[in-house]
């Protein structure tokens, strides 16, 4: 499972026009699953990630989570983590997921970062979304669990 984290100020998903999620402040997250990810490597990383000191404190140190500062997350499927790009110029996806799997995951992954107390909304999954990212920073981070 791969997943890049953005510290966000706000956050929308938009498929066809029509917006799907929308967030102010706290966390964009695009979710790639791999064929051998389950329940074991969610709920690793949605642990990691409700936890994960990135947000400033009164200082500007960052040493709160997005759960500290009441924020929320939207989780996009993006198999495209998973490109290999090792050979020619057009990247390979067959280390992704197949949808069968990695659909009924990812709705897993949102379950679990919601019982970890961070308000979560979803992209559509297997749509062409345009994402308005307003990264924060920029705060950008990768985290895998095989």
């Known amino acids: 499972m791969r997943v890049v984290v953005q510290r966000v100020t706000q956050g929308r998903v938009t498929v066809d026009g029509e917006v799907k999620a929308e967030i102010g402040q706290g966390l964009m997250i695009l979710l790639g699953i791999g064929p ?3 329940e074991a490597q969610a709920q690793y990383l949605t642990h990691k990630i409700a936890n994960q000191r990135i947000f400033s404190d009164e200082e500007g140190k960052m040493n709160l989570s ?6 929320a997350a939207i989780v996009v499927s993006q198999f495209t983590l998973y490109a290999n790009t090792n050979k020619g110029h057009r990247p390979s996806y067959g280390k992704a997921a197949k949808p ?3 659909s009924p995951l990812i709705d897993r992954f949102v379950e679990l970062l919601e019982a970890q107390g961070v308000s979560t909304q979803s992209g559509v999954f297997g ?11 920029p705060v950008t981070i990768v985290m895998e669990r095989e």
């Open 36 to 38: 051998d990810d389950g």
């Open 66 to 71: 997005v759960k500290d500062i009441g924020g």
């Open 100 to 102: 069968e799997i990695a």
């Open 127 to 137: 749509a062409h979304m345009m994402l308005d990212i307003q990264n924060d920073g």
